[in-house]
């Protein structure tokens, strides 16, 4: 269930400045990591540490993301033109890591921000999360914003995909819902508009996730009186797996 909460960081050389690191952290989130006494002298490359009783490891890693995986997933981002650039030009990576089962919310404000202060290092051109490749200002930028309004991270957490068909309607998925131990949510051939349905995808994402609801085959869902949205189940049509298809 952590795999919510691992990332990886594109880097353009190989070079990890952890004291920069730690000094972000702490100016922009007031965070301090606390390590060991024997980690602060050891190899530079590497991070372990606690807050808050949260295990994060941060590393180095001085290759590109093994298996072409950065490229095949930067394909999947329509909202960001460099992605796929970033992605196959990257030569480096630092992979981020919180370990052991965090409170999921509280564990996703937290990941948001370690991984928000890993893009303000110099080299850093890209972040691979999410199945996609994202735009690292606009990530860091969505965790201030979420973090200023006490909100569950949901743009950093779940990632929104949107495509058309042949006969002009809309189809939608999320990718992060997993992490949480929920299924992914689909929405297929919709007449709404593009942006309608990723804000209620988003907020159906945010809702399940915090008040920690399981969607079930055959209700329905909404977020005023009148609005009532079916719910079915079967196998995804954009994503492996059983999906909850919404009926926007």
Same mark, same amino acid.
């Given at each position: 269930?952590?795999?919510? !909460?691992?990332? !990886?960081?594109?880097?353009s050389?190989?070079?990890?400045?952890?004291?920069? $690191?730690?000094?972000?952290l702490? *100016? #922009?989130?007031?965070?301090?990591?606390?390590?060991?006494?024997?980690?602060?002298?050891?190899?530079?490359?590497?991070?372990?540490?606690?807050i808050?009783?949260?295990?994060? /490891?941060?590393?180095?890693?001085? /290759?590109p993301?093994? @298996?072409?995986?950065?490229?095949e997933?930067?394909?999947?981002?329509?909202?960001?033109?460099?992605?796929?650039? =970033?992605?196959e030009?990257?030569?480096?990576?630092?992979? =981020?890591?919180?370990?052991g089962?965090p409170?999921?919310?509280d564990?996703?404000?937290?990941?948001?921000? +370690?991984?928000?202060t890993?893009?303000?290092?110099?080299?850093?051109?890209?972040?691979?999360?999410l199945?996609?490749?994202?735009? %690292? #200002?606009?990530?860091?930028? $969505?965790?201030?914003?979420?973090?200023?309004?006490d909100? $569950? %991270?949901v743009?950093?957490? +779940?990632?929104?995909?949107?495509?058309?068909?042949e006969?002009?309607?809309? @189809? /939608?998925?999320?990718?992060?819902?997993?992490?949480?131990?929920?299924?992914?949510?689909?929405i297929? /051939?919709?007449?709404?508009?593009? *942006?309608?349905?990723?804000? $209620?995808?988003?907020g159906?994402a945010d809702?399940?996730?915090?008040?920690?609801?399981i969607?079930?085959?055959? *209700?329905?869902?909404? !977020?005023?009186?009148e609005?009532?949205?079916? +719910?079915?189940?079967?196998?995804?049509?954009a994503?492996?797996?059983?999906?909850?298809?919404?009926?926007?």
């Open positions: 269930m952590s795999s919510a !909460f691992t990332g !990886f960081i594109l880097l050389e190989a070079k990890f400045d952890r004291d920069k $690191f730690l000094k972000d702490k *100016e #922009d989130w007031n965070i301090t990591l606390n390590m060991g006494e024997e980690d602060k002298n050891k190899e530079k490359d590497m991070l372990v540490g606690e808050d009783g949260i295990m994060i /490891a941060v590393a180095l890693m001085p /290759a993301i093994p @298996n072409n995986e950065a490229v997933s930067a394909k999947t981002n329509y909202r960001w033109k460099d992605a796929l650039k =970033v992605a030009e990257h030569k480096a990576h630092i992979l =981020v890591s919180l370990l089962e409170n999921l919310v564990g996703a404000k937290l990941y948001t921000k +370690i991984i928000s890993l893009t303000k290092q110099e080299n850093c051109t890209g972040i691979n999360v199945g996609t490749v994202l735009n %690292p #200002d606009m990530y860091r930028d $969505f965790t201030k914003y979420y973090e200023e309004n909100m $569950f %991270p743009e950093n957490m +779940i990632f929104i995909g949107l495509y058309g068909s006969d002009g309607k809309m @189809n /939608a998925y999320t990718y992060g819902m997993e992490g949480f131990g929920k299924k992914e949510m689909e297929v /051939a919709s007449s709404e508009s593009p *942006e309608d349905i990723y804000y $209620f995808l988003q159906v809702y399940v996730i915090t008040s920690d609801v969607l079930q085959d055959g *209700e329905t869902i909404g !977020f005023s009186a609005q009532k949205i079916s +719910i079915s189940q079967s196998k995804g049509i994503i492996d797996g059983i999906t909850l298809k919404l009926g926007y």
